[in-house]
């Protein structure tokens, strides 16, 4: 079996990945450079795809002026830093106007080309940043577009768009991605570019939240720790 | 109010771009290279766009290799001939893999980026090529992932696909484009891209066809015309 990856170079995508890898023989990766602020996400993005000995990798560029009202891709726009009780209420900055809408299109086409029978894609609803591009039924309502819009779809071998990690919170996504060895250890999740994750931003709280939830340390180098993130309690990891 | 219009400089978006502009002050227009094996289009689409006075006219470059399954854009494909009555029946080998799932996708990236209130797309369901993407049942099924998956739909602001030509034939489309001067002059049809258009693809034969039964004469030049096209019955368009 075949299926087309997302990968972010995120946790999520890291794991949602590795499990297509455990299904399918043959992997096609794709990623997107859409003006994001850094590279960190395609660097990461790269070497997990060659961790996973994708067949074809593919970065599709996305004209970032289609999208100049996110803060994660304008430069004017600051990245709100929130509490991260307050993540999840209410649409944050960082929205990109129907970003996963465009990356499951461009993974529908891939898929069908390369006669694919899944597409994975690492959304989950729980512990998410208030996207609503994310959330069980807005996935349902793209299935169907894939089912309708495709030959695949008519001819009755539907491409399946599989969100393995839809109902998990970061914890479970933290203790499954230990679990399945998947390498968290090159992902990259802080919406700045530092050397270091920043720490601050909802991305890395909520990331930091899963592991110290799941009680595993966080592979990566922070710049700052939140007070409730304790280094010390936490069970390495080794890759 | 403000519409998206994608143009792909044929007679279709052309028609439905018009209409777009009788009912908005303010046009977003949208024209994608996809690897086509001839460059008309692209300069019809310029032209139409510049002819409705856009506000901004984008041409998105999608990586041609994504679609390499179809002959519409795989040099090492023919396009297949058929006859007027054949076609509609199967799905041609120039079925391009999720094309108006891209086109809707980064429309409505651009409508959402813009403010803009609707997305007008030409697609229409009778005298169709047999694409599975243009039924009314799969633009339903993408209104539901606009409505889902933007910040605009889950205000309550909703971006409405609007298909004016849904449930038209070509013949209906003449004459729609022709009570509205629409620029029909400015259009190309033809699947190959020679000086003047074929006469003899899929795409060459539901226009002239379209035209015959409208009883309007074509104002484009044809290397070759149908049998049952007789210039001489048809009225001649002003421009």
Redesign the interface.
Known sequence: MRAVILLSGGLDSCVSATLAKDRCKDLFALSFVYGQKHKKEMESARKIGRYLKVKEH?F?TI?P?????SSLVNKDLSIEERNVDEIGRG?PST?V??????F???A???A??RDADFIYIGVNALDYSGY??C?P??IK??Q????????R??EGRRIRIETPLIHMGKKEIVELGVKIKAPLHLTWSCYRGGKKACGRCDSCLLRLKGFWEAGYRDPLDYEHYPDWYDLEKLKPLDF
């Open positions: 593919k599709i004209d002026n289609l999208f100049s009202t649409i929205y106007p129907a970003r996963n809408t465009i499951l299109c461009y529908l086409a891939f069908e080309s609503p591009d959330r039924e807005y309502a793209f169907k577009v894939a089912d309708l819009g495709t030959k779809g008519v």
